[in-house]
Structures are given as structure tokens and as C-alpha cells.
């Protein structure tokens, strides 16, 4: 009598580099226990392809992609199939960007240069035990809480959405009053909204939020 083979784990990747897609996707069917089901360049796109009924059972994203990024594509899926386990593709693991992925629903975060074997790890991780975090990642975010006093720098690090729409938009041309206008706010709302991020980011100009935001990546160059 033959035993019954596990199902394979069924996964999709979200990256707009189609040479890094398609190398991930031979990897990742190579592994034996895994298939991958679905190939998107955006975020848009897996979103219109899972509303169609594809369900993968993890999802390896891309942070940076066109349309829809990591960060909201990652918080759509939480929202709507909190089912689906979210790996996080970067090469950013600031614990500012951590942070944010872990409150946009990403169950883990893998860099771009990941050996196949922790790939396939992770993978398997995140089926098993509903995250997968890297030494690495682990240590930061275990320091990031162990150097809070009274939560006080987790506080500063975990930025509203208001506040993060605000970076994106100090990384522009825009003058102060247009990113008002661009954010439905007064002017002195934006100087508010600005002042709290000097504080919180340890900063005291427009350049060094905009040094902080792409450092940390919340905005890309």
C-alpha cells in the first residue's frame, strides 16, 4: 500500500525583474514539495489573478514594483485572504522597513541573496509554523525591542500612514504647500506632521528625512 504524498505547497512570486522571476521559479519547483502556480510583475496583477480564484498558499513578493508596491500589495492580502503566507523579497532590513512589513501582514523577510537552501527553508517555515524570520532579521528586531526604553524607540520607529505618505512626497520637487494640497491637509497641518517626523526620525531638515526615507526604504531612487 502506497503512502499519500503531501501536497505540494503552492506558491506565487510578485517581482517585476523577470530574469530574477523566472531563476526563483526553477528553484522553487525544484525543491520537490513546492509548485510555482503564478508569476506576476506587479502587485495589480496578483491581485487581479487571485480575485480570478488562483490561491496560492505563499506569496514571495518584491518590495519595489510598479503599480502596486510590497507594502500595500502585503496589506491587501492580509485584509482580504489572511490565509496567504507573505514573504517578503528586499534588500532593505532596516528596522524601520521591518517593522512596516510586519504591520502590512509579512510573515517573514528574505534578502535578494539568499542561499536555495534557506529559500526552501523559509518556505517550508512559514507553512509550518506561520513566519519565517532569518538569524539576522531575528536579532534586529529582538535589539530593536531590548534597546526600547518604555517602548519609546519602538514608538518613534512605527510610522503612520499619514507619515509615511508624507516621506514619499518630502522625496519629491513639491514645495510644502503642494504636498499639502497632494494630502488634503492645511499647510499647517504638513509643518505639524513634519515637525513630529524631525522628532521622531531624529532629523532637523527636509534632505535628512529624505536621506532616512530612502535608506530605510521607504522610498526608492
Known amino acids: 500500500m ?3 504524498k503531501s501536497p505540494s505547497i503552492k506558491v506565487a512570486l510578485a517581482d517585476d525583474h523577470v530574469l530574477l522571476r523566472n531563476a526563483l521559479s526553477g ?13 506576476c510583475s506587479t502587485g495589480k496583477e496578483l491581485q487581479g489573478q487571485i480575485r480570478k480564484g488562483i490561491r496560492p498558499d505563499v506569496v514571495l513578493l518584491d518590495l ?3 503599480e502596486m508596491n510590497g507594502y500595500d500589495t502585503a496589506a491587501w492580502l492580509q485584509q482580504d485572504f489572511p490565509d496567504i503566507h507573505v514573504l517578503m523579497l528586499t534588500m532593505y532590513d532596516s528596522e524601520l522597513s521591518m517593522i512596516k512589513l510586519l504591520q502590512s501582514g509579512v510573515k517573514g523577510f528574505l534578502k535578494k541573496d539568499i542561499a536555495p537552501d534557506e529559500l526552501k527553508f523559509a518556505i517550508q ?3 509550518e ?3 519565517y524570520y532569518s538569524n539576522r532579521s531575528t536579532g534586529k528586531l529582538v535589539n530593536l525591542f531590548r534597546k526600547s526604553e518604555d517602548g519609546v524607540k519602538l514608538q518613534r520607529n512605527m510610522l503612520s500612514d499619514q507619515e509615511i505618505r508624507f516621506l514619499q512626497l518630502a522625496c519629491s520637487d513639491l514645495t510644502y504647500k503642494e504636498i499639502a494640497q ?3 491637509l492645511n499647510p499647517r497641518s504638513v509643518d505639524t506632521l513634519r515637525d513630529q517626523l524631525f522628532f521622531k526620525l531624529g532629523v532637523k531638515s527636509r534632505v535628512g528625512l529624505a536621506m532616512i526615507a530612502i535608506k530605510q526604504g521607504v522610498v526608492t531612487i
Open 2 to 4: 502506497t503512502k499519500d
Open 27 to 39: 528553484l522553487i519547483d525544484g525543491f520537490g514539495n513546492c509548485n510555482v502556480i503564478l508569476q
Open 64 to 66: 519595489n514594483m510598479p
Open 125 to 127: 517555515s512559514v507553512m
Open 129 to 131: 509554523s506561520g513566519y
Open 182 to 184: 497632494q494630502m488634503s
